[in-house]
């Protein structure tokens, strides 16, 4: 079966599922069923049972999920049992946060290396991380073998550091320029734009009588 056949859509439902059997193993719950994991996380049966079918057969019928056990084989699929090594491209006031921010750990993600092309910035530490000129980057992406390369520099020069991570093996990309990227078909992108986002609450700001029901939408409120 090819991964690449997967709906991102139930990958992403993967992780929430992942967190909720985390939170009951830590109360020493044994077993769930489809039904009671889609309710904790507002998804019918049907919808968790496909999610996880993708991935084989879990659970027997009429007993539900071994929790502990649909945990470990979750953490395994979505690469969860192994840390990967972390750059982060870009030391201003965004990268430095970036570099510091001490939840990637808890996540598997851990931040080896950083870079910049200001000569300011070169030499500085944030977090046990020193900035290295950006000329190093292919160097070291093989040498800390890095998976993920995180991008916070200004949108014009993002391409060229994109670049620059495809041509030295990188083919995992998180990119906060507002701007969209042109790379290679193997290489997976995630958008992270954080202007944007903050710009869409102006629309529900002036429109309160929506941005209630969307609240209520969220919060499960009837």
């Known amino acids: 079966m090819s991964i690449k056949k997967i709906p991102e859509s139930t990958i992403s439902r993967l992780f929430v599922y992942l967190r909720e059997l985390s939170e009951l193993s830590k109360l020493n719950i044994r077993t769930i069923s489809s039904s ?23 659970g027997i019928s009429g007993s539900g999920y071994d929790i502990n056990e649909l945990k470990a084989a979750l953490e395994k699929i979505l690469g969860k049992d192994k840390t990967w090594n972390v750059a982060v491209i870009g030391a201003g006031h965004l990268g430095s946060a970036l570099i510091t921010y001490p939840g990637f750990q808890q996540h598997g993600l851990n931040v080896v290396t950083a870079f910049d092309a200001d000569v300011k910035k070169i030499g500085k530490r944030f977090g046990g991380i020193t900035i290295q000129p950006a000329g190093e980057l292919p160097k070291a992406v093989k040498e800390k073998k890095i998976a993920i390369g995180i991008i916070a520099v200004p949108a014009k020069d993002a391409q060229e550091v994109a670049n620059s991570l495809v041509k030295s093996g990188v083919e995992c990309i998180l990119n906060f320029a507002p701007t969209v990227l042109s790379v290679p078909e193997n290489v997976k992108v995630n958008n992270v734009d954080l202007s944007r986002a903050l ?17 209520k939408a969220v919060s499960g409120k009837k």
């Open 36 to 58: 009671e994991l889609g309710e904790r996380v507002n998804l019918n049966d049907a919808q968790v049972r496909k999610d996880l079918g993708y991935f084989g057969q879990f």
């Open 199 to 215: 710009e869409t609450f102006s629309y529900f700001l002036v429109n309160p009588a929506l941005s209630g029901r969307v609240n």
